[in-house]
């Protein structure tokens, strides 16, 4: 049988190893906290083998930051598509994809959850603006830092009440706010930072 011939049936069984594993480790953190979470506990929930996990995966880290990291490779993506969809509609579906992972993200942004991963999230989204905003007052870091802050923590409070509003509420509120903290920044005086 050529090589060739075998490739799709190895990728069908990477992507179930995968969700098996992003599933198991969603279950567990649901249960104890992320930071007493082993591998081997993930590997077992997911009915996988240690070493299946780690031909997927260095740690349970690189899970959570796969999944989020694939969220924002699909949002960026967008924004920089020459035919961007409004930046209102992006946002929203990152909400989306938010909720469509909701114990997982409910489960590391709350208190028993990573603070790995809440620096990390923070920072990634802290860059996303960075990138996106043109703003001499911005150049220090600071408009992206409260930015990414403050959406981590409106993601942290719509998950922990159970998501009263929809993912484009969601967004909208949280773009107006950001909106409303860059236009502050770019009125400040040069030389105020």
């Known amino acids: 049988m050529p090589e060739d011939a075998t490739q799709p049936r190895e990728n069908l069984r990477v992507r179930r190893t995968r969700t098996l594993l992003r599933r198991a480790l969603v279950e567990l953190i649901e249960e104890q906290s992320f930071e007493r979470l082993t591998v081997g506990e993930i590997a077992e929930r997911a009915m996988v083998s240690r070493a299946a996990f780690y031909r997927n995966y260095r740690d349970k880290y690189h899970v959570v930051e796969e999944i989020f990291d694939d969220a924002m490779a699909v949002m960026?993506?967008?924004?920089?598509?020459?035919?961007?969809?409004?930046?209102?509609?992006?946002?929203?579906?990152?909400?989306?994809?938010?909720?469509?992972?909701?114990?997982?993200?409910?489960?590391?942004?709350s208190r028993s959850g990573s603070q790995w991963f809440t620096v990390r999230m923070r920072a990634s989204l802290g860059d996303m603006v960075a990138e996106h905003l043109d703003s001499p007052a911005t150049a220090d870091g600071l408009v992206p830092t409260l930015v990414g802050a403050m959406f981590v923590q409106a993601i942290t409070w719509w998950l922990e009440n159970d998501q009263p509003v929809s993912a484009e509420q969601m967004a909208t509120r949280t773009g107006h706010l950001a909106?409303?903290?860059?236009?502050?920044?770019?009125?400040w005086p040069p030389g105020s930072r």
């Open 76 to 109: 960026l993506a967008a924004v920089d598509a020459p035919d961007a969809r409004p930046v209102l509609e992006l946002w929203t579906s990152f909400f989306e994809h938010i909720a469509r992972y909701d114990r997982l993200y409910a489960a590391l942004l």
């Open 179 to 187: 909106g409303s903290l860059i236009a502050a920044a770019s009125r």
